[in-house]
């Protein structure tokens, strides 16, 4: 079974380095083929659905989930229909059928997309691609890791956290590689904090509501495999501002003239602010995840509502 993702390229962040006095790494997911890392574990559950008789999938989301799942469908042949709240711009309706994927705008929130979408599951040979909580999509997220294991000396890995999907899978592949004793620093914007959340409270909890507008990381509540980690991991659960994010990435646009969205801001901003959670390590990866709900109007546009200079 040939993967459907490709081998991203690891950089030194040479600036950041210099300044922090550390060696800091960038993993470049951005540069899937989805534009984020969800190509990994969405396009491995796919393919193993397609294995097994898989005649249609079916996607709940307009963001880079089912822009992932577009590309692993058409990718393997089979009929993928994604399913976007209305509020999903015509723009990103437009970017999912250029792929070849059928796009449904049905719901005005993300939670009746999702019922749609599952109904729509129930004719057979359908298969519901879910964003994060599914244990192929944390196997085929551990795939970041396989590729840097043995090869690159880290001695911490920095990735944000929306449902946890990328999380379960990063631990995963440390733990799959030998590298159980690296730790994380898992980062979310303060209005999308579920995990942190949960660590704070001992126990899975859901937010009442996303006030940040890091929207991908927006997941009310984690997976459960993401908080399971926690209790078993050295997992350092931080939050940083939307003023925070979108500096980062602004910052990052000049340092690595490379457009992220500030879901993967926000951990590019523990170590642009130089975070004391930071101090202890001198070898921390940093996961670029990407991400395609950018372009330099949205940044542009952010960086006033935050009045960055
Ligand atoms: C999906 C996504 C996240 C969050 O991943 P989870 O698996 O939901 O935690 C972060 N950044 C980007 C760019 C994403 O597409």
Redesign the pocket.
């Known amino acids: 079974m040939t993967q459907l993702h490709i081998t991203t390229p690891v950089l030194a962040h040479r600036p950041l380095s210099a300044r922090l006095h550390k060696s800091v790494w960038l993993k470049m997911d951005n540069l899937q083929p989805s534009g984020?890392f969800?190509l990994r574990g969405i396009g491995l559950m796919c393919q193993r659905a397609a294995a097994q008789g898989a005649q249609h999938f079916v996607c709940p989301s307009g963001?880079?989930?089912g822009f992932a799942a577009a590309v692993a469908g058409v990718a393997l042949g089979l009929p993928t229909t994604i399913f976007v709240p209305e509020t999903t711009a015509e723009s990103v309706r437009a970017e999912i059928r250029a792929i070849g994927a059928t796009v449904i705008v049905t719901g005005k929130v993300w939670d009746e997309t999702n019922q749609a979408a599952l109904q729509s599951c129930e004719q057979p040979g359908a298969v519901y691609i879910p964003?994060?909580d599914h244990p192929d999509i944390w196997n085929g997220n551990a795939t970041l890791i396989d590729e840097v294991a043995g090869k690159l000396d880290f001695d911490v890995v920095l990735c944000?956290?929306?449902?946890?999907?990328?999380?379960s899978g990063i631990v995963q592949g440390l733990h799959r590689n030998g590298l159980a004793h690296i730790p994380v620093i898992a980062v979310e914007t303060e209005g999308a904090a579920s995990l942190h959340a949960s660590v704070q409270a001992g126990e899975l909890v859901t937010l009442p509501a996303i006030t940040s507008i890091a929207t991908?990381?927006g997941?009310r509540r984690v997976a459960q495999q993401a908080f399971d980690w926690t209790q078993k991991h050295a997992i350092h659960s931080v939050t940083v501002s939307d003023a925070q994010a979108v500096a980062a990435c602004l910052a990052f646009a000049d340092d690595m003239r490379t457009l992220v969205?500030p879901?993967?801001g926000a951990t590019l901003a523990v170590a642009y602010q130089n975070l004391p959670v930071l101090k202890e390590f001198k070898r921390p990866l940093i996961v670029v995840?990407?991400?395609i709900a950018v372009d330099m109007v949205k940044l542009e546009a952010w960086k006033t509502q935050f009045n960055l200079p």
């Open positions: 984020s969800k963001g880079n989930a964003p994060f944000s956290v929306g449902g946890g999907g990328l999380l991908t990381l997941a969205e879901a993967c995840c990407g991400g």
